[in-house]
T-cell receptor, first 115, second 112 residues
Framework: DAGVIQSPRHEVTEMGQEVTLRCKPISGHDYLFWYRQTMMRGLELLIYFNNNVPIDDSGMPEDRFSAKMPNASFSTLKIQPSEPRDSAVYFC?????????????FGQGTRLTVV | QQQVKQSPQSLIVQKGGISIINCAYENTAFDYFPWYQQFPGKGPALLIAIRPDVSEKKEGRFTISFNKSAKQFSLHIMDSQPGDSATYFCAASMYRGNKLVFGAGTILRVKS
C-alpha cells in the first residue's frame, strides 16, 4: 500500500479564497483523522471519522472549516473563506481499530499558506 | 484534562549519549501511550508505544518508561545517533476511539 496520500503537498492562496485539502486513507482502515500542525499549537486534532461518519469535530476551529468523508477511500477538509491564521501544515491520518496498540499512519501533509 | 505536557522543547545530545524526553498526562482514562518521530517535511511516524499495564518497554535503542501513579512516561534513546535528529511527540489515547492527544513536541539534535 502507498500509505496515506494527501494532496496537494503545498497550497498558497489568497485570503478569502476557498481551500480544499484531500486525503486518501490506507485501504481497509476504518478511522480517519485530520490534524493541524503549527509552531504555536503543535499537533491539534481537528476532526475524526469512523466508518465515514464524523465522530468528534470539537477541534474544528470555526464554522469556516468543514470536513467530509463521502466514502471509505476519500476525505476532504475545506476552509471557506481562508484567513492568514489558517496557515499551517495539515495532516491526514488513518488507522484500523484492531485492539489496544492501534497505530495511526500519517500522510506527508499539506503545507497551506494564506497570504 | 485532555492535555499531555511534554518537556523539554528542545534537546542537544552528543553522539553516543542518552536522550531523555518526558511527558505527563492528566486524564486517567488514557490507556495507550505512543511516541511518534517526525522528520522535516514528513508526517509523524509511530516509534514505540506502551500500555499502562507495564512499566517499561524496549525496542532496540528506544525505551519507554511508564509511571502510572505519577501519570508520567518518558522516552529514552540510548547511544543517540545523528540520524535520530528529529522532532519527537508523545501522545495518549483511550482504548476505544483512537483519538490521539499529542504533546507539544521535542526537537532533538544529536551532534556528531
Amino acid at each position: 500500500d502507498a500509505g496515506v496520500i494527501q494532496s496537494p503537498r503545498h497550497e498558497v492562496t489568497e485570503m478569502g479564497q476557498e481551500v480544499t485539502l484531500r486525503c486518501k486513507p490506507i485501504s481497509g482502515h476504518d478511522y480517519l483523522f485530520w490534524y493541524r500542525q503549527t509552531m504555536m499549537r503543535g499537533l491539534e486534532l481537528l476532526i475524526y471519522f469512523n466508518n465515514n461518519v464524523p465522530i468528534d469535530d470539537s477541534g474544528m476551529p470555526e464554522d469556516r472549516f468543514s470536513a467530509k468523508m463521502p466514502n471509505a477511500s476519500f476525505s476532504t477538509l475545506k476552509i471557506q473563506p481562508s484567513e492568514p491564521r489558517d496557515s499551517a501544515v495539515y495532516f491526514c491520518a488513518s488507522s484500523l481499530w484492531g485492539g489496544p496498540n492501534t497505530e495511526a499512519f500519517f500522510g506527508q501533509g499539506t503545507r497551506l499558506t494564506v497570504v | 484534562q485532555q492535555q499531555v505536557k511534554q518537556s523539554p522543547q528542545s534537546l542537544i545530545v552528543q553522539k553516543g549519549g542518552i536522550s531523555i524526553i518526558n511527558c505527563a498526562y492528566e486524564n486517567t482514562a488514557f490507556d495507550y501511550f505512543p511516541w511518534y518521530q517526525q522528520f522535516p517535511g514528513k508526517g509523524p511516524a509511530l516509534l514505540i508505544a506502551i500500555r499502562p499495564d507495564v512499566s517499561e518497554k524496549k525496542e532496540g535503542r528506544f525505551t519507554i518508561s511508564f509511571n502510572k501513579s505519577a501519570k508520567q512516561f518518558s522516552l529514552h534513546i540510548m547511544d543517540s545517533q545523528p540520524g535520530d535528529s528529529a522532532t519527537y511527540f508523545c501522545a495518549a489515547s483511550m482504548y476505544r476511539g483512537n483519538k490521539l492527544v499529542f504533546g507539544a513536541g521535542t526537537i532533538l539534535r544529536v551532534k556528531s
